[in-house]
């Protein structure tokens, strides 16, 4: 059963616009919720961070939100550029391991 | 400008060979991780190692080993592939005690015939 699932395979958006990426936990105990960005013929990369006891986090135009009632996890984008389409992961930290989403294929259109 | 270099880009093998994945990183990190990626699966944990010569499964070692005989290098085996192995594969790397930020290798496409 998959601790981390991200419900949307692919997600488009007009540059200029919000992208707003979701992805949803089962275990209340992981202390740092992630993303990851990954483009085609290349290896995923670290975008942010968020931990446990927070329930925002900003880094320029990515902004990481948590609700830990729902156990819910998303990623702002504002402005979206036609350079964020990519695949994004979403993953927790469980001890040292990291345990990912299925991941979310973002279309920023021009 | 760090990096972490995956032996092959592509990589074709038949049922039953032994198969040897290559992954070296120059950031002396301590920290060393072999996924696979599959579609509709995102990224799964196959082992990981905190140093040289330890190693630790992760969530689907079956069928798989590694060796770390020197830090910059951790290496993935499959004794005797299958083509339920037919995958990407991806190697990362992480200091000490950092376990969120992981670099990753540009993967391995395999395929199993």
């Known amino acids: 059963d998959q601790q981390v699932k991200q419900n949307s395979p692919s997600l488009s958006v007009q540059e200029g616009r919000i992208s707003i990426l979701n992805c949803d936990y089962t275990?209340?105990?992981?202390?740092?919720f992630l993303w990851y960005k990954k483009y085609p013929a290349e290896g995923p990369t670290f975008l942010i961070s968020?931990?446990?006891?927070?329930d925002k986090n900003e880094d320029g135009r990515f902004t990481v939100f948590l609700n830990k009632s729902a156990k819910h996890l998303s990623l702002h984008i504002v402005p979206s550029q036609p350079g964020d389409s990519a695949v994004y992961f979403c993953a927790v930290n469980q001890g040292g391991k990291l345990i990912f989403g299925q991941g979310t294929e973002l279309s920023v259109k021009p | 400008d760090v990096k972490v270099t995956q032996s092959s880009r592509y990589l074709v093998k038949r049922t039953g060979e032994k198969v040897f994945l290559e992954c070296v990183q120059d950031m002396d990190h301590e920290n060393m991780f072999w996924y696979r990626q599959d579609p509709g699966l995102g990224l799964r944990l196959i082992y990981f190692s905190y140093d040289v010569k330890m190693k630790e499964k992760g969530d689907i070692p079956e069928g798989y080993s590694v060796s770390r005989e020197k830090k910059e290098r951790f290496s993935l085996i499959l004794e005797s592939a299958s083509t339920n192995q037919t995958s990407m594969y991806l190697c990362a790397s992480s200091d000490r005690g950092n376990y969120n930020e992981q670099f990753f290798g540009p993967g391995t496409r395999l395929t199993v015939l």
């Open positions: 275990n209340s105990m992981f202390d740092y």
């Open positions: 968020i931990s446990s006891i927070k």
